[in-house]
């Protein structure tokens, strides 16, 4: 083996220390869409439920259902967490219990909607910041966001549904995700979902068609999701590369020769 043949002891330290902080810290899992009704909440669902079965400790923290009964029944053979009563000008809300989950402490806790604003009185405002507390804890979380609330893409979303997003999720937050699972579904077959009420009530439907879920806006979000998720993936891919102190190009992706 020449000189130039040997492992990098410094890349062979980088991957045994990258290997160790995979093992020991708590994994974020992010089911990842384009709009409401794409089938996020439902793919984690089947997920927690192959977990079960391996004789992993799942707990379902807060699912949004959102009247959907196919959507529900999965979440029926799992334990679920008691919400938290909040009372806020005369209204009763029911919210995700931080102090209850973290008391609890399953392997992996599923935590519908990241970037959901608590009501007022709760520990932390935004829901990503339970996460965060989460995952400092020991847990692994599953949880679920669509492209619009992304903060860095915010503007962009803006511009092509003419709609502003309130609530959004630091960039920071997908970075810190260990996997991010695209849940995708073609535009004509949301569209159907939402005649059918399936993303929302009848009154809701009819307005959301006329607005945000055009064909067009649907088209454009989802190629902004599958592009978000794509830079991920090349960040995932580099990132594997210096850990493994691989020197060779991978031809995954075109080619450009210049000609001088």
């Known amino acids: 083996m020449t000189r130039d ?24 899992k ?11 909440t439902y793919t984690m669902l089947e997920s927690a439920r192959r977990l079960r079965a391996l004789g992993v400790d799942v707990v379902a923290g807060c699912v949004e259902t959102h009247g959907r009964p196919e959507t529900a029944d999965l979440l029926q053979d799992l334990e679920t967490l008691p919400r938290r009563a909040v ?117 809701q439907a009819s307005l959301a068609a006329e607005h945000y879920f055009r064909r067009g806006n649907l088209l454009a979000l989802r190629e902004l999701t599958l592009r978000r998720a794509a830079e991920r993936l090349g960040e995932d891919v580099r990132a594997y590369r210096r850990e493994h102190d691989l020197r060779t190009t991978w031809p995954a992706t075109d080619r450009l020769l210049v000609c001088v």
């Open 30 to 40: 992010v089911f990842f869409g384009y709009a409401p009704g794409v089938g996020k």
């Open 5 to 28: 043949e040997r492992p990098d002891p410094d890349a062979l330290l980088r991957r045994v220390q990258a290997d160790e902080a995979r093992e020991i810290r708590a994994r974020l």
């Open 87 to 203: 009372h806020y000008r005369g209204t009763t809300l029911a919210e995700f219990d931080l102090d209850a989950a973290l008391a609890r402490r399953p392997r992996v806790l599923l935590l519908d909607e990241l970037a959901h604003t608590n009501a007022p009185g709760s520990r932390h405002k935004k829901r990503w910041q339970d996460v965060l507390d989460l995952l400092e804890a020991g847990v692994d979380v599953h949880t679920t966001l669509n492209v619009q609330h992304v903060e860095s893409l915010n503007d962009i979303v803006a511009q092509i549904t003419l709609v502003r997003v309130r609530e959004t999720v630091p960039d920071s937050i997908l970075a810190r995700a260990d996997e991010i699972e695209v849940v995708d579904l073609p535009p004509e077959e949301l569209l159907i979902r939402l005649r059918e009420g399936k993303v929302y009530v009848p009154a």
